[in-house]
């Protein structure tokens, strides 16, 4: 397995850092550590720049790669291998591409960074990353993982979420809850006189009831997927407004990461009826891995 840590020196970093040090990486692995220096004129969507001659000495390499050396010390270990790399350019572009090129399986990185607007409630290159990277992203918040939430939707992107998640060894020995959001058995007053329910309460009642329904077979499916994988999963359905739901379950649980999967055609701002994922990704305090549906052609 091939991870992309992207490291800062920030605290956010630092979180990441711990946090692929805790995981059960399987024999063979491969850390990629790679610090971004973020030169002023990458404001300008100036491209990816890897070091060389004069751009090496003018923005200090040297300095970078003496911090690099002190941030992957003792990462290491038997079964797992650690790769630095110091690379000029905007982080987000840098993080995506190299993960692009190194074929990356999963790249980890801090929710927060050293980036120019640092009152960001998520750093702008974490949710940058978050949405174009072509493998799984974990965004930490947590230096170790012993609880997950798996949120589905019954979307495609679940099957996606189920089958990456039974697929990944260093998840093994955690308890997992997987869950799924179904309409509300109480509309609100928009919902009953909208012209989508008619004004019907006998309607909403069965759409609520056929939401029940498929929700429950998908997370059901799934935790049996994931027990024969030999994992510890649960499932049970969630109700009310999706992100608020997600975000009680994860506090409710004692959560420490929540997965969440995308649809190929809009990235994080299609899954779970909008912009879900992404409120999740921005407000969770739980670690929050994102799980892509790639299209096709990005995957050949």
């Given amino acids: 397995m091939r991870i992309l840590l992207a490291l800062d020196g920030s605290a956010g970093a630092d979180v990441a850092r711990s946090l692929v040090a805790h995981l059960a990486w399987p024999e063979g692995s491969v850390v990629d550590a790679v610090r971004v220096i973020e030169p002023a004129w990458t404001m300008l969507a100036v491209p990816m720049v890897t070091y060389g001659g004069g751009v090496e ?158 929700a429950e077979a998908c997370v059901e499916d799934a935790a049996e997927r994931l027990r024969a994988a030999g994992l510890d999963a649960t499932s049970r359905l969630l109700e009310g407004d999706p992100a608020a739901s997600l975000l009680d379950a994860v506090s409710h649980d004692g959560a420490d990461l929540i997965v969440v999967g995308t649809h190929a055609r809009s990235g994080l701002s299609g899954v779970f009826l909008g912009s879900v994922a992404r409120n999740v990704v921005i407000h969770s305090h739980a670690s929050v891995l994102v799980v892509h549906q790639v299209p096709v052609a990005a995957a050949v």
Wanted: charged residues 20%; proline residues 5%; negative net charge.
């Fill in 57 to 214: 000495e003018a923005m200090g390499a040297d300095e970078s790669r003496r911090e690099m050396e002190a941030d992957v010390a003792g990462l290491a270990r038997p079964g797992l291998t650690v790769a630095s790399h110091v690379v000029v350019g905007r982080p987000a572009n840098v993080i995506v591409e190299t993960a692009a090129r190194l074929h990356a399986d999963l790249i980890v990185m801090g929710s927060r960074g050293r980036g120019t607007i640092r009152s960001m409630v998520l750093g702008s290159v974490s949710a940058e990353v978050a949405h174009d990277a072509p493998c799984p992203v974990l965004v930490a918040r947590h230096p170790t993982v012993g609880r997950i939430v798996v949120a589905l939707d019954a979307s495609p992107s679940s099957e996606r979420v189920t089958a990456a998640v039974a697929g990944a060894a260093w998840l093994q020995g955690v308890s997992i809850d997987v869950v799924s959001v179904t309409l509300s058995s109480t509309p609100s007053p928009s919902a009953m006189f909208s012209e989508a329910y008619g004004g019907s309460l006998e309607w909403y009642g069965e759409a609520v009831a056929a939401s029940r329904r498929e």
